[in-house]
């Protein structure tokens, strides 16, 4: 199957950028889609963007405009541009990774990555 592993959270004052990066591995030929959600305190998740293997993306009506999903593929690894951060913003980023790999199909989360956005 595949794993994925998240990196680039952190503290940033409104108005800032960060960027997430989530690193995939194992099979990675067999991941047909990847994407960021969202989860805050008291919250469910929520979609933020994704991105197939063919590079089409989506966003949430709160990200567009202000947040990038791209993708290296010799790196296999996504990435999340997210500028003019507001403190609404904040939650944790989680990645999240679907494929099939013969008749098995999969839908893996990575552990997650605290973003926080100051007032």
């Known amino acids: 199957q595949v794993q994925v592993v998240e990196s680039g959270g952190g503290l940033v004052q409104a108005g800032g950028s960060l960027r997430l990066s989530c690193a995939a591995s194992?099979?990675?030929?067999?991941?047909?889609?990847m994407g960021w959600y969202r989860q805050a305190p008291g919250n469910q998740r929520e979609l933020v963007a994704t991105i197939t293997s063919g590079g089409r993306t989506t966003y949430a009506d709160s990200a567009k405009g202000r947040f990038t999903i791209s993708n290296d593929n010799a790196k296999n690894t996504v990435y999340l541009q997210m500028n003019s951060l507001k403190p609404e913003d904040t939650a944790v980023y989680y990645c999240?990774?679907?494929?099939?790999?013969?008749?098995?199909?999969?839908?893996?989360w990575g552990q997650g990555t605290q973003v926080t956005v100051s007032s």
């Open positions: 999240n990774a679907e494929g099939q790999y013969g008749n098995s199909r999969y839908n893996n």
């Open positions: 194992g099979i990675v030929f067999s991941i047909n889609r």
